[in-house]
């Protein structure tokens, strides 16, 4: 099993920058990718990105693309996401999740992903 902890939300105003973090523990050798989740009161979980267990591919929604960096900390299985310019539309639960087989194309699909986090709560205020 793979247990996946979130850290760093909090609430921001429009414009401004937060940082959000994941460390996965336990079974990490069989995981290919980790990514994030997000998910706004009253809407669908949307994929905002995905990263390669090596680091060395990215995928991006289009709605985050060029604001948000996804990457991988210092401790191998912990990654982190950099949201730039964040707006009150990216207001939502935040979650991350982590993937056991390999993913074909460049969907975030929450079904490729079989591990979740608790989330952690980003609010952005205009």
């Known amino acids: 099993q793979v247990r996946l902890v979130e850290s760093g939300g909090g609430s921001v105003q429009a414009g401004e920058s937060l940082r959000i973090s994941c460390v996965a523990s336990g079974y990490t050798q069989s995981l290919y990718y980790m990514a994030w989740f997000r998910q706004a009161p009253g809407k669908e979980r949307e994929g905002i990105a995905r990263i390669s267990a090596s680091g060395d591919r990215t995928w991006y929604a289009d709605s985050v693309k060029d604001r948000f960096t996804l990457s991988h900390g210092d401790a191998r299985y912990t990654v982190s996401l950099q949201m730039n310019s964040v707006q009150p539309e990216d207001t939502a639960m935040y979650y991350c999740?982590?993937?056991?087989?390999?993913?074909?194309?460049?969907?975030?699909?929450?079904?490729?992903?079989?591990?979740w986090g608790q989330g952690t709560q980003v609010t952005v205020s205009s």
């Open positions: 999740a982590a993937a056991r087989y390999y993913v074909y194309g460049d969907r975030i699909s929450s079904g490729d992903f079989q591990y």
